[in-house]
């Protein structure tokens, strides 16, 4: 065959393959109704490990690289349990129509929880004063309503939000109020307020970003502010999800986010500040770089790219935060003490107390 013989052949082939994975799709829909009626949980860990090993051994008999089978079908199961999951939790239809409010909702997150609560049948409006959001009941200013609404979620700025919860307690609103600010401690006021005033308030923080679709192996933390029920039905709205539910205390939850997102985020703006300050050129660096120097570099990317406003608020207004910053300032003067004395011991007993305790992270996962 000529070349464009070949290459058309190849392109009938990559149609052939979409059709394939396009009804692989189909079929995950039909997977979802069927464990939906037998009360079974969407994800299989057993089915997974099978279906992965035996594409491993059928592409070795077909002389394919097994790394890249397993690597295929994985991608293939991550599409379809995103499929299942979409179709659970839209048959859930916990919302029934019920009347919700998102103020901050054409944001990032905002649009996020209003395009999930609406997949739950919630009736949503929508709150921001940057314009509408396209299919949604929409108000610039959410003070401008009754606050007749079974859910209100506040999806705004975190020194905003703390306001609009002080706002939302004078007004006393009937339906459970939550926020989804990466820190709670900037938010004491206007939690408290509300309890205060009796209102049905919790807070969460989703654990992922807005251009999450898949669930699965994601975390959404819930913080009891003392109101049992709200607490109850914010949980519930991600109960046919796959996602991992955790509840803690409001102190808690920022004591253990200034490691979670404090250190490491500085760890990556302290590596790419680094970097750039080096006077070695970036692409230089790359004709020579290592697998551990690229895994960091991807990493550092995606912290350089996200809004540095918020990540200054998660650095600056935690209550917590300056634990974290310390403990990296200590292990950085450590390190460096290490090095300039030559001492291999210390240098060595390092790495041995990051192995075990690394291991221990293993073994509760």
Request: hydrophobic content about 40%; charged content about 25%; aromatic content about 6%.
């Amino acid at each position: 065959m000529t070349l464009e013989e070949i290459r058309d052949r190849l392109s009938a082939l990559d149609r052939q393959l979409l059709a394939i994975v396009a009804e692989r799709q189909r079929l995950s829909g039909e997977v979802a109704e069927a464990k939906r009626s037998s009360g079974r949980a969407t994800r299989d860990f057993q089915r997974e490990r099978l279906v992965l090993m035996q594409a491993r051994s059928n592409a070795e008999a077909m002389g394919v690289s097994p790394d890249l089978a397993e690597s295929v079908m994985r991608l293939l199961i991550r599409g379809s349990l995103t499929e299942q999951e979409r179709i659970r939790v839209a048959a859930a239809g916990r919302g029934s129509g019920q009347p919700a409010l998102v103020i901050g909702g054409a944001g990032k997150m905002g649009r996020w929880f209003t395009e999930f609560l609406t997949s739950q049948s919630y009736s949503v409006t929508v709150a921001d004063p940057t314009g509408p959001l396209e299919g949604y009941a929409y108000v610039a200013d959410w003070r401008d309503t009754q606050l007749d609404y079974d859910l209100i979620v506040v999806a705004t700025p975190l020194k905003v939000a703390n306001l609009v919860l002080q706002e939302l307690a004078a007004r006393k609103p009937r339906g459970t109020i939550f926020d989804i600010g990466s820190l709670k401690t900037p938010l004491r006021q206007g939690v408290n307020a509300l309890r205060e005033a009796g209102c049905r308030v919790t807070s969460i923080h989703p654990m992922f970003g807005p251009d999450t679709e898949l669930l699965s192996g994601r975390h959404v933390i819930f913080v009891d502010c003392g109101h049992a029920e709200a607490l109850d039905q914010a949980q519930m709205l991600f109960a046919s999800t796959m996602a991992d539910r955790v509840v803690m205390s409001l102190d808690e939850h920022d004591r253990l986010i200034a490691y979670v997102l404090g250190l490491s985020h500085a760890l990556n703006i302290a590596f790419f500040t680094a970097l750039a300050d080096s006077g070695e050129a970036a692409p230089r660096l790359a004709q020579l770089s290592s697998t551990t120097y690229d895994a960091q570099v991807d990493i550092s990317t995606k912290v350089a790219n996200e809004n540095p406003d918020l990540y200054f608020e998660i650095q600056s207004l935690n209550d917590y935060g300056r634990d974290s910053l310390n403990a990296l300032r200590v292990a950085v003067e450590r390190l460096c003490n290490a090095v300039a004395a030559g001492d291999a011991a210390s240098f060595v007993q390092l790495m041995q107390r990051g192995r075990e305790y690394l291991a221990g992270r293993v073994r509760q996962t």
